[in-house]
């Protein structure tokens, strides 16, 4: 087996042209690149790459790419340092819901200096599974030194970040209001959220995220505790069962551990089916569907006791949302737009747990755990002149409100084009009045919309792109900045895929000059993504 070496830490200088965020991201960035040949190397002064080999680049490694499946990333991964394969297991590329950007997170898996494997919420448990795997290939190497180093002391908590600005210290915001978005017919149910912000010391931007600590149904809570056949009110922890969890453990996904459990609680097919489940397999093809309450009625017989039931279980994260709301237009508050999600399985009602607890179960003027989760490299150009095309189908639509609003408040003379769609035009056209309002004030200069079940044929996003090519290319070729939001696996690729198709018909380029064409907007920040 090849030696492995822990990844320099690399530190940006304070005297470089970088805020401190910048520093933080661009020191985690290079730690996670230098791979185990290069030694020694503790800081980058400005311009000195510290004489070490070419680095790679982890925007365009294909071992990172979320629309991969996770056992082919791991393969384009399997030569790379310890570091980027743990990137490689992650799902999503910085989508920030872990607290870090993946470089850091990475870093900090493997330097021990982070012990959470189960962060990368995206990647569910395929990803932990896979970083448990790969925690353990390099337990006996490089990462564990920097805790060998620490032993025989005590171990200090890692310090809380700013308030209001990391998922360990929330703060509580106030709750003001839902409003539905769809119109009658519609099959989704999607909200239009408002947040007061007053207090928190939260500012943001346009292009940011908040995060929200959400509770679980209390109904689903009850059935469970039912189920286990003990009481409400016991006290585990300074806290009564049910409340803890409401609060605090997630009760979607069964975890591996949870299945562990089960299987020392089960005997003969039971128990060889639940270690079956521990370790990733299928065996009667429901694992997709198996929550926690599912995973207690799949094995009736194993009921375990309550406080190491708890102990098996998740703890329940945060989760993040894109904000479609200005400062500068809606000063003290923050909206979102979120799709509530609600279907049946073998006769139960599923729902989703930061969703539903927006869209119905919390109520006006209560308070909600919140924090400012801020955008890596998703903001509008500083030049205000410059064109924007923004392509958001759905919910995606949210940060592209508020660049519209942020564009109209500060009077930006650039052109706006906004390519929106979704089902029926009739029941999800999404702030339509505003979107309308905004083009006859010549704010939006152009909105191209798609439905994809009005009409015999599908008609999407990427759809119109094409079919508005000539224009596109222009406005492109001009200079504009490209943002989509959206489906990471399916619509981001397929808008590429179309800015790809129009560089090569209306920009003359061959298929390898089109491709190149969209990793210089890449290069260059003029194509960004906000991808889930």
């Not at 520093?23 to 190397?41: C, D, I, K, T």
């Not at 990647?123 to 970083?131: N, V």
């Not at 999607?190 to 010391?201: A, N, P, Q, R």
């Not at 069964?254 to 065996?283: F, H, I, N």
């Amino acid at each position: 087996m090849s030696e492995h070496v822990i990844p320099p830490l690399v530190l940006i200088p304070e005297n470089a042209p970088f805020n401190p965020d910048q520093r933080s991201w661009l020191s985690g960035y290079f730690a996670a690149l230098l791979g185990p040949a290069v030694e020694g190397a503790t800081a980058l002064a400005p311009g000195d790459t510290g004489g070490g080999p070419k680095l790679a680049d982890n925007d365009d490694a294909p071992w990172h790419d979320p629309s991969m499946p996770l056992p082919d990333r791991m393969e384009l991964a399997k030569e790379r340092p310890e570091a980027q394969k743990l990137m490689a297991a992650m799902a999503q590329q910085d989508c920030g819901q872990c607290g870090y950007n993946c470089a850091d997170y990475a870093n900090a898996l493997f330097l021990k200096k982070e012990e959470r494997l189960n962060l990368c919420q995206p990647g569910g448990k395929d990803t932990l599974r896979m970083l448990k795997k790969l925690d353990e290939e390099f337990g006996a190497s490089g990462g564990a030194k920097a805790a060998e180093a620490g032993e025989g002391e005590a171990k200090a908590e890692a310090p809380l970040g700013p308030l209001g600005y990391c998922r360990e210290n929330p703060v509580e915001a106030v709750f003001l209001s839902r409003t539905r978005l769809n119109e009658p017919g519609g099959e989704k149910e999607t909200w239009h959220v408002e947040i007061d912000l007053t207090g928190t010391h939260i500012e943001y931007v346009v292009g940011d995220s908040l995060g929200l600590f959400p509770s679980n149904p209390p109904a689903l809570v009850d059935a469970i505790i039912a189920e286990l056949g003990t009481r409400p009110e016991r006290m585990i922890g300074g806290q009564t069962l049910r409340n803890r969890l409401i609060k605090d453990y997630s009760l979607g996904a069964a975890p591996d551990g949870l299945y562990q459990l089960l299987s020392l609680l089960t005997s003969g097919e039971a128990r060889k089916k639940a270690r079956a489940l521990s370790a990733g397999e299928d065996p009667d093809g429901d694992a997709a569907y198996l929550d926690v309450l599912g995973a207690l009625h799949k094995f009736p017989g194993a009921r375990p006791d309550a406080e190491v039931f708890l102990e098996a279980l998740d703890e329940l994260q945060p989760r993040l949302y894109s904000i479609s709301s200005s400062p500068k237009a809606d000063p003290g508050r923050v909206s979102l737009t979120v799709d509530a999600v609600r279907y049946n399985h073998r006769s139960r009602l599923r729902l989703g747990v930061a969703s539903t607890h927006l869209g119905e179960r919390i109520a006006e003027k209560t308070t909600v755990k919140v924090y400012l989760q801020k955008a890596h490299g998703f903001a509008l150009p500083e030049d205000l002149s410059k064109d924007v095309i923004m392509c958001g189908p759905g919910t995606g639509i949210a940060p592209f409100r508020a660049f519209l609003r942020e564009r109209a408040a500060t009077q930006a003379p650039g052109r706006n084009w906004l390519f929106y769609g979704h089902q029926r035009q009739a029941s999800d056209f999404f702030y339509k009045d505003e979107l309308n309002a905004l083009k006859d004030g010549k704010v939006l200069t152009r909105l191209s919309l798609a439905w994809s079940r009005d009409g015999t044929e599908k008609t999407y996003v990427q759809d119109r792109m094409r079919e508005n090519g000539a224009d596109l290319w222009k406005w492109l070729e001009g200079g504009a900045h490209f943002y989509v939001c959206g489906d990471a696996k399916r619509m981001a690729k397929d808008v590429e895929r179309a800015i790809i198709d129009v560089a090569g018909q209306f920009g003359g380029k061959n298929p390898d000059e089109a491709v190149a064409y969209l990793a210089h907007l890449k290069k260059t920040g003029r194509y960004q993504a906000d991808v889930y």
